[in-house]
């Protein structure tokens, strides 16, 4: 597709629940960033991958995060035992190799999560 | 930890106005200052961006303003235009490794006819 597609772009979650949010980057693009922005917050980093590879995941915020891209093109973040402190929205951005900070990384319109 | 901290958190500019954001740094690691343009809805886009050994960048009508020794930088929007209502996040980042972007907390303006 032409832009970063993110899905569901809505989701409400019953605390304790567990929740997949899917991305599917533009084709050929290897670099993809997974970001959470709280109501009012800048996107903060969560991971990232080069390929299939997840390189970082250091701004997972806990063990109850887990993201993955096995084939290297679509991505899933997964959060497990959903918590009220989830609710934010979870942008995927992804670019070329070794270009993204340069000429930008294209972000997808993020998936809203809200744990009631 | 706040590693780019941005103000004002919200600006209203009549049209026609200078739109002003301000922004802070304190790693030194930094060498690349992007601006995000932020629409509701829709996720961040790149609007321009600068390196720490230029003191000035203009595209158009926007201009980054960077004082390297204060470790500050700015955005300026001349002759603001109510399209130009937005979020606007400042960010940074450091070479090599991954390239992630750490962004400030955002600057929401609007720009009233």
């Known amino acids: 597709g032409a832009g970063v597609s993110q899905s569901p772009r809505y989701k409400v979650a019953k605390r304790g629940q567990d929740v997949a949010l899917r991305c599917d980057p533009i084709s050929g693009h290897v670099s993809l960033f997974w970001y959470q922005q709280a109501l009012g917050q800048g996107p903060e980093f969560l991971t990232y991958?080069?390929?299939?590879?997840?390189?970082?995941k250091s701004g997972l915020p806990s063990d109850r995060f887990f993201a993955e891209r096995p084939e290297g093109s679509v991505s899933t973040l997964k959060i497990q035992r959903t918590q009220q402190e989830d609710s934010a929205v979870y942008l995927c951005a992804s670019s070329l190799a070794g270009v993204g900070r340069i000429y930008g990384y294209t972000f997808g319109s993020g998936t809203r999560l809200t744990v009631v | 930890q706040q590693q780019v901290k941005q103000s004002p958190q919200s600006l209203i500019v009549q049209k026609g106005g200078i739109s002003i954001i301000n922004c802070a740094y304190e790693n030194t690691a930094f060498d690349y200052f992007p601006w995000y343009q932020q629409f509701p809805g829709k996720g961040p886009a790149l609007l321009i961006a600068?390196?720490?050994?230029?003191s000035e960048k203009k595209e158009g009508r926007f201009t980054i303003s960077f004082n390297k020794s204060a470790k500050q930088f700015s955005l300026h929007i001349m002759d603001s235009q109510p399209g130009d209502s937005a979020t606007y996040f400042c960010a940074a980042s450091k070479p090599g490794g991954y390239q992630k972007v750490t962004f400030g907390t955002g600057t929401k303006l609007q720009v009233i006819p």
């Open positions: 991958f080069q390929n299939e590879a997840q390189l970082d």
């Open positions: 600068i390196r720490p050994d230029v």
